[in-house]
């Protein structure tokens, strides 16, 4: 279905809607692009759309809400901050007022896991400058989201699936990989958004493991990778000394004091945190 509504750069001419930097909005007006993104989303998480709930953060001028509604999602929660948006969604709403929940609410403070009915998944252009605080957030809770497909700038993206020994992998790729799947679908240039910002992006979808790639708490995995990480030029012997004995917890995980950060994999992280809770 083809919802009947005016071309999006209509909507933000209509309602004087110019991009907020202090909100990181970028908006994209490309529908052939927007449902690119949309039909990854659903093929990978289906049922979501089909009787679950779909969640999208930023909606903005709702190039993307529509697309979403359009590609037969049955509920759809919009999580907005900027009341300027607030009127394009209720006109957006007011043709599927069934399929479509706004929340007028800063995204950092709503705890996704518990808006609407399972399965959900979430699908956002994510604001550049609360993507990875986001991201960290849902992780926490990923055993109730199906799929989370999200645009992030490129390097971000990148960072979230690296591999053990490249100049990428650090804190977020092993708490991303430990707990999920993770695939860079595509780029996207800058010049596909208005205004266009002056990094390229990239659309990233990770699908929840059945089970972690090995058993460790969320907090105690935090603590290892944060300073691991935060010294990554550093010898494991010398960054780790903030959790206490660096060289007997590297022994006990059977990680040589000698490797640096980027050389160790994310189940080696998780003996860490295991050993760190004990």
Same mark, same amino acid.
């Given at each position: 279905? /083809?919802?009947? =509504?005016?071309?999006? *750069?209509?909507?933000?001419?209509? @309602? $004087?809607? %110019? !991009?907020?930097?202090?909100?990181?909005?970028?908006f994209i007006f490309d529908t052939n692009l927007i449902d690119r993104i949309v039909r990854a989303a659903k093929s990978r998480s289906p049922e979501a759309f089909e009787?679950?709930?779909?969640?999208e953060v930023g909606p903005g001028p709702g190039g993307l809400t529509r697309s979403i509604l359009e590609n $037969?999602?049955? #509920?759809l929660v919009a999580i907005e901050k900027d009341e300027r948006c607030l009127n394009i969604l209720e006109d957006i709403r007011a043709l599927c007022p069934d399929r479509l929940t706004a929340i007028n609410a800063d995204a950092m /403070?709503?705890?996704?896991a518990s808006l609407g009915t399972a399965p959900r998944c979430i699908v956002s252009n994510l604001p550049y400058n609360v993507g990875t605080p986001l991201l960290i $957030?849902? =992780?926490?809770?990923?055993t109730d989201f199906s799929g989370l497909t999200l645009m992030f700038q490129k390097e971000v993206a990148e960072r979230i699936a690296?591999?053990?020994? /490249?100049? %990428? @992998? $650090? *804190?977020? !790729?092993v708490l991303s990989q430990w707990l999920c799947e993770t695939e860079i679908l595509f780029t996207v240039n800058r010049s596909a958004f208005?205004?266009?910002p002056k990094v390229t992006s %990239?659309?990233? #979808? =990770?699908?929840?493991?059945?089970?972690? =790639? !090995?058993p460790a708490r969320f907090d105690l995995l935090e603590r290892v990778t944060a300073a691991a990480f935060n010294q990554r030029r550093k010898m494991l012997r010398s960054s780790l000394k903030s959790l206490g004995d660096s060289e007997a917890l590297c022994k006990a995980a059977n990680v040589p004091p000698t490797a640096r950060a980027e050389e160790i994999p994310p189940e080696a992280f998780c003996l860490m945190a295991r050993i760190l809770e004990k």
């Open positions: 279905m /083809t919802l009947p =509504l005016p071309p999006l *750069r209509e909507v933000v001419e209509k @309602y $004087g809607l %110019a !991009a907020k930097k202090s909100l990181g909005q970028n009787k679950g709930t779909v969640i $037969g999602a049955a #509920h /403070t709503v705890d996704a $957030g849902w =992780l926490r809770r990923i690296a591999k053990p020994k /490249t100049a %990428a @992998y $650090g *804190r977020l !790729a208005t205004p266009p %990239a659309v990233i #979808h =990770l699908t929840p493991r059945k089970k972690p =790639l !090995a």
